[in-house]
């Protein structure tokens, strides 16, 4: 992308001494992404702006903004639109600049494939990058001649996320997630600051660290309004977090397998139980079984455990959806969580399993996944959605009944539930990030193990 700079060259110190109100004539928005630019319809968006728009142009251009009342937010359908300014004053007062600011969100992978990766000083920002917001302003004089333009690119990389929930997925090629509306405030209000101080390259492109949004619902969120969050820090498979005033850390090992040897000339002896479910599957002839292996360790109790989870490889399934290809889990209570050579737990998987409680996610609102405002916003999705649970285990655990909800566009959320009680709600997407705790009574060492069942690596 060749670099463009733009200046307030022609404002002359007699200008700026003569012409201290700024009139801002027209604010164009457009997204190529998603519904984002729906947030000007609430009207916290807007009297945030307008709140930082005074400040920015009192403290870097020393300009008083008028009329704030009547301001002209227009939508467009395209970028082109957004191309050329055309003057159009809606105040005659000579004593005015006129400001025309355009604010337009644009297509990650196209950013960059134009953009020019040559420019790119931290090559890991393609990454990071969640969102491309573009914010230019034009300043007009009385005479209608444009004084000089100004253009900020702001790359927009999600914060470590506080919420919980569903995260406000848009997938166009290319999976990102929109700012929460403080975020998209955050993101104008650091934007105009950049653009507006004098002394800097006008050529610039910044990298902004903003929240994600959620989907609104009705079995998370309302749950864990007002409850205490523990938050856990997981790095390389070792999670650690304080449950009781007591430091817990779960190490989770690599993923593994081990053959289930029933063929051939290495045949092994295997539970007849287990015998009849394998020779029950369908393809069974062609099949191979695996047992799916990761090994765990509770540290703080110096105890090691082993996930096992009987699995079929059909060579001859053909599923339309490709997430759903080699992990065919075996039904019945063939999945283990074993204590050296103790059975700790022995349970099942099921996948894509419908809710039928009446939970619901309402994307067409939208929230910070952690307190209970949310809002509005245009999506073609006017429903609610249903929930489907990406894995359910069931089982037993320590002589006690379990079972584990997964679900999240990342599967990313567990529902536990433990004696028919949800006692955790929990989150994270390579590993636990936080959770909420409904059961002081849940011991730690149960706690931990569940969330070995839960987060092991091959529900993904």
């Not at 079984?289 to 109790?301: K, P, T």
């Not at 609102?365 to 959605?385: C, E, H, Q």
């Not at 489907?388 to 002589?399: E, L, T």
């Not at 539930?417 to 989150?427: E, H, Q, S, W």
Request: proline share 4%; charged share 25%; aromatic share 12%.
């Amino acid at each position: 992308m060749k670099k463009i700079i733009f200046g307030l060259l022609s404002f002359s110190v007699q200008l700026v001494a003569a012409q201290k109100s700024v009139k801002l004539e027209q604010l164009r928005c457009f997204s190529t992404v998603g519904p984002v630019m729906s947030y000007w319809e609430i009207p916290e968006v807007k009297r945030a702006f307008i709140t930082d728009l005074k400040q920015a142009l009192a403290q870097y251009r020393h300009f008083a903004l008028t009329d704030t009342i009547s301001l002209n937010i227009q939508l467009l359908n395209s970028g082109d639109e957004a191309g050329t300014v055309k003057p159009v004053f809606t105040d005659p007062d000579t004593s005015h600049v006129h400001l025309y600011l355009d604010f337009y969100e644009l297509d990650v992978p196209r950013y960059f494939s134009y953009a020019g990766k040559a420019e790119l000083v931290d090559t890991g920002i393609q990454k990071r990058a969640n969102s491309i917001f573009v914010l230019k302003a034009s300043w007009v004089n009385s005479f209608r001649k444009i004084l000089s333009s100004e253009e900020l690119h702001i790359i927009a990389s999600p914060t470590e996320a506080t919420g919980f929930g569903n995260l406000y997925t848009i997938a166009n090629g290319y999976k990102s997630t929109p700012p929460t509306p403080k975020g998209f405030n955050g993101i104008l209000q650091k934007g105009m600051a950049i653009l507006f101080s004098p002394g800097n390259d006008r050529a610039r492109r910044v990298e902004m660290k903003v929240p994600q949004a959620y989907m609104t619902d009705n079995f998370i969120l309302p749950k864990i309004y007002n409850q205490p969050k523990i938050y856990a820090i997981t790095k390389k498979g070792v999670s650690m977090y304080t449950y009781r005033d007591t430091a817990e850390i779960i190490r989770m090992g690599d993923q593994q397998y081990e053959e289930i040897l029933i063929k051939g000339k290495k045949i092994l002896k295997y539970p007849d139980a287990l015998m009849d479910e394998i020779k029950s599957t369908f393809h069974y002839a062609t099949s191979d079984f695996v047992f799916l292996r990761q090994e765990c360790r509770d540290v703080v109790r110096d105890r090691n455990y082993l996930i096992k989870l009987t699995t079929q490889i059909d060579p001859e399934y053909q599923s339309a959806d490709s997430e759903n290809m080699f992990t065919n889990f075996l039904t019945g209570k063939f999945h283990y969580l074993l204590a050296e050579k103790d059975t700790v737990a022995i349970f099942t998987v099921t996948k894509r399993v419908k809710d039928n409680t009446g939970k619901k996610i309402f994307s067409f609102r939208v929230s910070n996944g952690y307190d209970s405002a949310s809002f509005p916003i245009a999506d073609w999705r006017k429903d609610p959605l249903p929930v489907i649970y990406n894995y359910v285990v069931s089982g037993r655990i320590r002589g006690s009944d379990f079972s584990i909800e997964c679900s999240g566009q990342a599967n990313n959320l567990k529902e536990i539930y433990f004696n028919g009680k949800l006692v955790c709600i929990a989150d994270g997407l390579l590993g636990l990030e936080k959770f909420v705790v409904f059961d002081a009574s849940l011991s730690p060492q149960i706690l931990n193990e569940l969330f070995m069942i839960g987060f092991n690596r091959f529900f993904v």
